[in-house]
C-alpha cells in the first residue's frame, strides 16, 4: 500500500501541468515578508473572491522527498481546515479511492494496450469525492541543527523551508490561487501550516 500511496502521488502530480509565472502573468500577487520569511500569493484575475468563499468541500494532497512530512502536511491541514468549517474527507477513504482508481486505469491500459490511454488525474478523483476543489501541495523541507546547551555537540531536525500551495476547481481545473511560503530560517511544520491556513482564510472565508 506504502509503494502504491508514492507511486500515486508522483503520478497525480506530473498531471497538473499550471504554472506559477502563467498565473502570475494574468493575476494578482502580493507579497508579505517577515522575519526572513515570505509569503507570495497569487489570484488569477479569471478567479473572483466570490468563486473563492463558494468552495465548500475540499482535499489536500501534498508531495515532498520525504513521504511522512508530506502525509503529516496533509493532516494538520485536513484538521485545520475542518476547524474553519471546510468539508474536508478522511485521509483513509481518500487513499482507497486514489487506490482502486489506480488500479482500475492500469487495468485499463494493459486491457487496451494499442490505445493512446487516458490520463488519469487529480480532478478525476477530485469529481469522485464530489469535491469543489483540491489543495496540490509540495514541501521542500531543510535540515536545522541546534546546539545543545551547555553540552558538546548538536541535533538536527527537520524544518519547512518552502511550502507551496495551489487551489485547483474540480469543475474547470483550473488554478484558483498559489501560494508559496519560503522560510530562509526554516520553519516548524505546525507553524508553516498555520501560516498558509491564515492565508486560505482571508481568500476562501
Given amino acids: 500500500m506504502e509503494g502504491s500511496m508514492v507511486k500515486i502521488k508522483s503520478f497525480l502530480l506530473i498531471v497538473l501541468m499550471v504554472t506559477i509565472l502563467a498565473c ?5 500577487l502580493t507579497r508579505l515578508s517577515k522575519l526572513k520569511s515570505t ?5 488569477p484575475s479569471y478567479i473572483s ?11 489536500v494532497f501534498v508531495t515532498s522527498s520525504y513521504a511522512p512530512y508530506a502525509s503529516i502536511i496533509e493532516e494538520l491541514l485536513s484538521i485545520k481546515l475542518r476547524e474553519l468549517g471546510f468539508e474536508v474527507p478522511e485521509r483513509r477513504y481518500v487513499e482507497r479511492l486514489t487506490v482502486e482508481e489506480l488500479i482500475k486505469h492500469e487495468r485499463l491500459i494493459e486491457k487496451n ?11 478525476d478523483i477530485g469529481k469522485k469525492l464530489e469535491l ?11 535540515r536545522q541543527q541546534l546546539r545543545l546547551a551547555k553540552q558538546e555537540g548538536v541535533i538536527e ?34 507553524d508553516a501550516v498555520d501560516d498558509a491556513v491564515k492565508v486560505i482564510k482571508t481568500q476562501m472565508q
Wanted: proline share 1%.
Fill in 24 to 28: 502570475a502573468s494574468q493575476g494578482n
Fill in 39 to 43: 509569503a507570495n500569493l497569487i489570484v
Fill in 49 to 59: 473572491s466570490s468563486e473563492l468563499k463558494k468552495i465548500k468541500k475540499i482535499a
Fill in 113 to 123: 494496450k494499442e490505445q493512446k490511454p487516458k490520463i488519469l488525474n487529480i480532478i
Fill in 132 to 142: 469543489d476543489a483540491v489543495i496540490v501541495g509540495n514541501l521542500i523541507e531543510a
Fill in 157 to 190: 531536525r527537520i524544518v519547512v523551508s518552502t511550502l507551496h500551495l495551489q487551489v485547483v476547481s474540480i469543475l474547470t481545473g483550473k488554478t484558483m490561487m498559489l501560494i508559496t511560503l519560503d522560510y530562509q530560517m526554516g520553519r516548524d511544520i505546525d
